[in-house]
């Protein structure tokens, strides 16, 4: 890959991404110098500069991320944890360094982040193993993992299907009751009923950090003390948070967390388990095969502790490393820098399309918190066509459920359109978005 | 904006997608052969539900009841209006030809003597996300047809 050097003017008002800028809030002039290390930001679609508005969905790579990958192909390429040579040990190096980066990201020690496929994987991973625990596997050891009969599950009704199906799944394997917590007609979670819902037969608690629809910061402290109360496990699903504001696991004090890496500026097909150590070496496997075990006999096996004991089979290492310059491409940015930028954003996001007759928009009301995300309704025009009509603008949106039928249903609707930022997105940007959304009615000739 | 959008929302298309003709669903039962489909797009939640009567052979009666994007309802609308009256051998073999140019990514043009309105689609299948928006009702129609011929 030809890189190409960029000249960077650092100015007070611009302060550089490194971190000694820890402090001074990110402006428009930072985030232009930012879209630089972004090649698909100069972009053009539909004959216009492309308007990124789908990072919640995927992002995209900066230069850093792109050339780790690509200098792991070129120098480093080979398995990890096997082989004597020296490729292999320098591959398996910065595998692991990429563990420590990524685990140090969320405040997790290295050796309780497990590499998955994404969060989805992440989840089916404790469900499966907690399955396997009612199975009997994992012996005395794993009990606190069994469920059953007369036992129960409980998400919430806002949940991405990754963090539902698993469970249901789980569920119907085993014979327990999954349970949810219910949102009222704004889309708050009704903590009142949290504490009727979760009682002595909740095994696990799982739910999302941050919504991926509504944007709300779910209330972690209460549902946490609720689910510790009665001895249940608790999973965080990050995939809105990790890669937008400051996460720390220890403060969270949850037993699991997910994250996928093409929603934190990584490449996919990679992803992280959290999860705290003594749980970790607990859990019985859910994927088996070579490079988790220590001793195989044609009968049987015994396993590697965490994290290894969980990564089956060759893994994903260009992804792992590349992850790695992700996070550190935030962490130099700062992520409370990141999220002071995209509060704004939403906020901003919220303010304009309140202003717009016809537009309805999901969650919480201009001025509360929400993250830089904000999934919408236009009266009279159905999402598929508000996605269509912005993208012949060049801007990039999502349009559907988003992977959350239940929640659309409980709100009315079948489909909404979804505009998300990221540290990349100017204000500019948003304001474009809103000036299209603005003439949408009237090209449809919405009444 | 790109000129795309106007080709691809044309005035015909917008009409039919406000006016839906042959919606709501009614009940064809005095029809000779009745028949219905319920076909929906997992992706965006697009969903139709049509009923067709068949009487010696002809579509005598059409009507339907759905819910999605402009393209979806207007193609059931411009069916409707295109295929009752027309033998049922002569309505699967303008299917066909709908299929035919939806699928051809602009490589085929719409006949506007067999589609009538219908040919105002054509733009669409330069779009691929959306061809499966067009033909949703064009599938209800197909198998409500089989229906009721069983």
Redesign the interface.
């Known amino acids: 890959m030809t890189v190409v050097a960029k000249p960077v003017t650092l100015t007070p008002d611009s302060a550089g991404t490194g971190a000694d800028s820890a402090g001074a809030a990110m402006t428009d002039a930072e985030v232009h110098r930012i879209r630089n290390d972004f090649p698909i930001l100069g972009t053009e679609v539909n004959g216009t500069r492309l308007v990124y508005l789908d990072s919640g969905a995927t992002s995209q790579n900066p230069l850093s991320v792109l050339e780790a990958e690509q200098e792991f192909y070129e120098q480093r390429n080979a398995a990890v944890h096997r082989g004597a040579h020296a490729l292999a040990v320098d591959a398996t190096d910065a595998y692991e360094e990429a563990r420590a980066t990524v685990a140090g990201f969320i405040g997790a020690r290295t050796d309780e982040l497990v590499w998955t496929s994404n969060a989805t994987e992440g989840i089916n991973l404790v469900a499966y193993a907690m399955s396997n625990a009612a199975l009997g596997r994992g012996g005395e050891a794993a009990r606190r993992f069994s469920v059953g009969p007369g036992e129960n599950i409980v998400v919430t009704e806002m949940e991405h299907h990754a963090n539902l199906v698993p469970w249901q799944e789980l569920a119907a394997r085993t014979g327990a009751e999954l349970r949810f917590v219910p949102i009222d007609d704004d889309g708050a979670l009704r903590l009142e009923s949290a504490a009727a819902v979760i009682d002595h037969g909740t095994r696990m608690v799982a739910f999302s950090h941050a919504s991926n629809v509504l944007g709300t910061i779910a209330p972690v402290a209460e549902l946490v003390g609720l689910a510790q109360e009665v001895g249940a496990l608790t999973l965080l699903d990050a995939c809105q948070s990790v890669p937008h504001l400051p996460v720390d696991v220890k403060a969270l004090d949850v037993d699991f967390l997910v994250f996928s890496g093409h929603k934190m500026l990584g490449p996919t097909g990679i992803g992280a388990l959290y999860g705290r150590a003594e749980l970790l070496n607990a859990m019985p496997p859910f994927l088996t095969g070579g490079s988790m075990i220590t001793t195989v006999t044609m009968e049987r096996a015994e396993y590697l502790p965490a994290p290894n004991r969980f990564e089956a089979g060759t893994q994903r290492i260009s992804q792992a490393i590349a992850l790695g310059a992700a996070a550190n491409y935030l962490r130099e940015t700062g992520m409370e820098r990141v999220e002071d930028w995209e509060m704004r954003l939403g906020e901003r996001l919220v303010t304009g399309l309140d202003a717009i007759a016809g537009v309805r928009v999901l969650g919480p009301a201009a001025g509360l918190p929400r993250i830089g995300l904000a999934a919408f309704d236009v009266d009279g025009v159905h999402a598929h066509d508000v996605g269509q009509f912005l993208d012949d603008r060049g801007i990039a949106v999502r349009v559907g459920h988003h992977c959350a039928q239940p929640l659309h249903r409980r709100l009315g609707l079948t489909a909404t359109t979804r505009a998300s930022t990221y540290l990349y997105t100017t204000t500019d940007e948003v304001d474009t978005f809103l000036d299209a959304v603005a003439r949408i009615r009237a090209f449809f000739g919405a009444r | 904006?790109?000129s795309?959008?106007e080709q691809?929302?044309q005035q015909v298309i917008?009409d039919h997608?406000?006016a839906r003709y042959g919606s709501p669903l009614q009940d064809h039962t005095g029809e000779g052969t009745t028949g219905e489909s319920h076909q929906l797009n997992p992706?965006?939640?697009?969903e139709i539900t049509l009923r067709v009567g068949v009487r010696d052979g002809v579509v005598t009666a059409l009507s339907w009841d759905g819910?999605?994007?402009?393209?979806s309802m207007a193609s059931a609308s411009v069916l409707t209006e295109l295929v009752q009256g027309l033998p049922r051998d002569e309505v699967i073999s303008l299917v066909d030809s709908f299929r035919e140019v939806l699928r051809s990514r602009g490589r085929i043009e719409a006949d506007e003597e067999v589609l009538g309105d219908a040919a105002a689609f054509a733009g669409v299948s330069r779009?691929p996300a959306?061809v499966k928006?067009a033909m949703l009702g064009w599938v209800a129609l197909e198998e409500s047809l089989l229906a009721a011929n069983s």
Do not use: E, P, Q, T
Request: glycine share 20%; charged share 15%.
């Open positions: 904006m790109g795309g959008l691809l929302y917008l997608a406000r992706v965006c939640g697009d819910a999605g994007c402009a393209i779009y959306r928006c």
